[in-house]
């Protein structure tokens, strides 16, 4: 094999990656907008469409016609064609199952290690996630091949499909000059592999290695298929207490890549110390946060990457159709799991895993251990013959495939460097002459658009136009299996230059809130609102320098209608925060309750803050609240097609420090609630013109038609 089938048999790799991760995310968007299940979700069990190699007829085509095999999984590339999300989910599910047959079709047709194609294939299924995590560096995240991407939002899909049209020829090409010794092996290791899967594959083997197998697939994609999400992980808030995804996804990648060097180690990856390692690094991440967490979180990464090669060879030496069908379906209820811990409100039976992440990665190492344990048993024996006596062809894949992932490596860390903020030009208030700063909150339903597009490029539009300089976010936590585990408010802080807190942690059980700021963030904290009845709801309650003075902003997402307790609970929380701050405060969140009603009242009080409107009677679920600030307007911004939910702004004015505003001669705080026209105010204090009118890509004044102002 040279260097060029290697690369296309990568490529094909990368298209299997992109249809494992982009699935998920195409998902979401249904129970997303249905508040429950769909229907849709069904799809995830497309994975199972490989029991079909459990009939003899299909075992021999997929040898026969890989590269047919090949071009239904590269069927994902042309989704991002089909502008409709229920035709477009329709061509996911098919091409996700197609890319689930095509790998279990790639990995038992070359299942015998002595023909070296095995080896070699695992080689390039590796290559393939080193080469989706290095793009992913480069596209703030996203891959740009998915279905959720465009023209518009900073896809590639065009070039995608272009690689992937190359690859298959490539692959058709050496599918006809595959040579008649070649085939001729492939006979004798048919009748042998059937020896052994009749003698071994009839009790523990086979069901060991498809949960070691499921647990794997799992493990990969959701901790280490993109590299920022590790650290966002273990993320904790202000000061730093961990690393930043730029430039310290790159050590994730670097681990996962030397995991997959020594893959074929298998006597040391294989041992009960190796894996209780892993365990105990799993458990550590699972809990602890900051350079505490993640240093092990690296440890784990090149333990499940070093793990890869002898799961993978066990799994071929098992017969197909029940290995695969098993173990895709534990893989399935791993991330069913994985999403139930924090979906447990909208689920059936999802209270038994609310909120318990602990379990999920105690059963993905459990199974782990049944794989390694099973891999050890078989593959020992074979390892000085994969080690030492390999042949020149498979040698030569090992090269190419080193200098690939090496190669990509150094790529990644280049797109990580590039992407350092520059000391240089730290970010800067859009109105700091009239010490002015405005502040707004937006619910942003995970970054999926009302067309199952990605947002971020949208958001990022609305977020420099309105002039904001502090913004709230919420339904914002994105490094999830079913958002596709991802990171938009790296593109969005990085081209607009602010600071960002992304919020409690994906392992917190929350749907997420972030904070973007052009004001440094002295300290954060993430609370986790009581939530006894419903959803874990959760706030970041950070301390900004505006212009010299200490502001204390929050950025909450309460609980629903349908849990009242929950929202009484939350809100008093908030409030004692408010209270025992001694700072001026803005208020930004998620109550859920109609002004001047009960939660609304335990929030909006003359000892915590003051609404910004309470005129303002067409309100729901977002509200803004200020103390210790002049505040000189209002403004209500229509989402466009970007979820359900509108942008919410004020602006203020900051005192100068060691001075107040709105007092009254007793010294009580009491904020004026005289309304005055725009033109009393000097033009830097104004709204954006762009949102009158019918505004600018359907993000436009309304409620009051334009923005309110005031004394």
């Known amino acids: 094999m040279t260097i060029v089938r290697f690369l296309a048999n990568t490529y094909q790799a990368f298209v299997f990656w992109t249809a494992l991760t982009g699935l998920g995310v195409c998902l979401w968007y249904f129970p997303l907008w249905h508040m429950g299940i769909s229907g849709y979700e069904a799809l995830l069990f497309a994975d199972l469409a490989p029991f079909i190699l459990g009939l003899t007829f299909i075992q021999k085509a997929t040898r026969k016609y890989r590269w047919l095999f090949a071009l239904l999984a590269s069927t994902i590339l042309v989704a991002y064609q089909i502008r409709k999300p229920v035709d477009r989910m329709m061509l996911v599910g098919f091409a996700y199952g197609a890319n689930m047959l095509y790998f279990a079709s790639l990995i038992y047709s070359d299942k015998m290690a002595s023909t070296g194609r095995l080896v070699r294939d695992i080689y390039a299924i590796e290559a393939g996630l080193v080469l989706s995590m290095a793009v992913r560096m480069a596209c703030y995240t996203n891959n740009p091949v998915w279905p959720i991407m465009n023209d518009i939002n900073g896809g590639w899909n065009k070039t995608g499909l272009v690689l992937g049209i190359v690859a298959l ?51 990969i994609q959701s901790m280490f298929s993109e590299s920022s999400t590790l650290i966002r992980w273990t993320w904790g808030g202000y000061p730093h207490t961990g690393p930043q995804p730029v430039p310290f996804s790159g050590l994730v990648l670097t681990v996962l890549v030397f995991g997959f060097l020594s893959g074929h180690r298998v006597k040391s990856v294989t041992t009960t110390a190796w894996w209780g390692a892993g365990a105990l690094c799993a458990a550590i991440i699972t809990y602890i946060s900051g350079w505490s967490g993640f240093i092990p979180g690296l440890v784990l990464a090149a333990y499940f990457g070093s793990i890869t090669l002898p799961i993978l060879q066990l799994v071929a030496r098992c017969p197909p159709g029940r290995t695969f069908t098993l173990g895709f379906f534990v893989y399935n209820l791993l991330v069913l799991a994985h999403v139930w811990v924090v979906a447990y409100e909208f689920v059936p039976g999802g209270p038994l895993l609310r909120e318990r992440t602990w379990f999920v990665m105690l059963s993905m190492m459990l199974s782990i251990f049944l794989g390694v344990r099973a891999a050890r048993k078989v593959l020992v024996k074979e390892s000085s013959t994969s080690t030492i006596n390999l042949s020149s062809s498979v040698r030569a894949d090992r090269r ?101 807190d992304y919020g409690p942690s994906p392992r917190k059980h929350t749907w997420g809130c972030a904070m973007l700021s052009k004001f440094p963030i002295k300290k954060s904290e993430h609370h986790l609102l009581p939530s006894p009845d419903g959803e874990l709801a959760c706030a970041i309650h950070a301390t900004l320098d505006m212009y010299g003075q200490d502001v204390d902003v929050i950025i909450s997402h309460n609980g629903q209608e349908e849990n009242p307790l929950d929202r009484r609970l939350q809100t008093t929380k908030i409030g004692e925060i408010i209270r025992e701050s001694p700072n001026p405060f803005i208020f930004t969140g998620y109550v859920v309750t109609k002004p001047q009603g009960e939660v609304y009242n335990l929030l909006f009080r003359k000892d915590q803050v003051y609404d910004i409107d309470p005129t303002d009677d067409d309100r729901w679920c977002q509200y803004v609240g200020y103390r210790g600030l002049k505040r000189t307007g209002y403004a209500r911004i229509s989402r466009g097609t970007i979820t359900d939910t509108e942008i919410q702004a004020g602006k203020f004015v900051v005192p100068v420090p060691g001075t107040s505003v709105n007092s009254t001669d007793s010294g009580e705080w009491a904020p004026s609630y005289k309304s005055v026209p725009e033109s009393h105010y000097d033009p830097g204090y104004h709204f954006p013109t762009k949102f009158r009118g019918k505004g600018v890509r359907g993000h436009y004044y309304h409620v009051f038609n334009e923005p309110r102002y005031y004394d």
Not at 459 to 475: S, T, W, Y
């Open 400 to 500: 190419y495939a080193r200098a690939t992932m090496l190669a990509l490596t150094l790529f990644g860390w280049g797109a990580m460097v590039a992407r350092i903020p520059s000391a240089s030009s730290p970010p800067q208030p859009h109105h700091p002459e009239q010490r002015l700063v405005t502040a707004a909150i937006w619910t942003i339903h995970f970054d999926l658009d009302n067309s199952m597009w990605s947002a971020e490029q949208r958001i990022q539009d609305a977020v420099r136009d309105l002039e904001a300089d502090v913004m709230g976010f919420l339904e914002s936590d994105t490094e999830r299996i079913i958002m596709g585990n991802r990171d938009w408010t790296q593109k969005v802080a990085e081209e607009l230059n602010y600071y960002v």
């Open 169 to 219: 020829v490539i692959q058709f090409l050496q599918s006809l000059s595959a040579s008649d010794d070649e085939n001729a092996d492939a006979k004798k290791h048919d009748k042998r592999h059937g020896e052994i899967g009749t003698r071994s594959g009839s009790s523990a083997p086979w069901a060991s290695a498809a949960f070691g197998f499921g647990a794997w697939l799992f493990g």
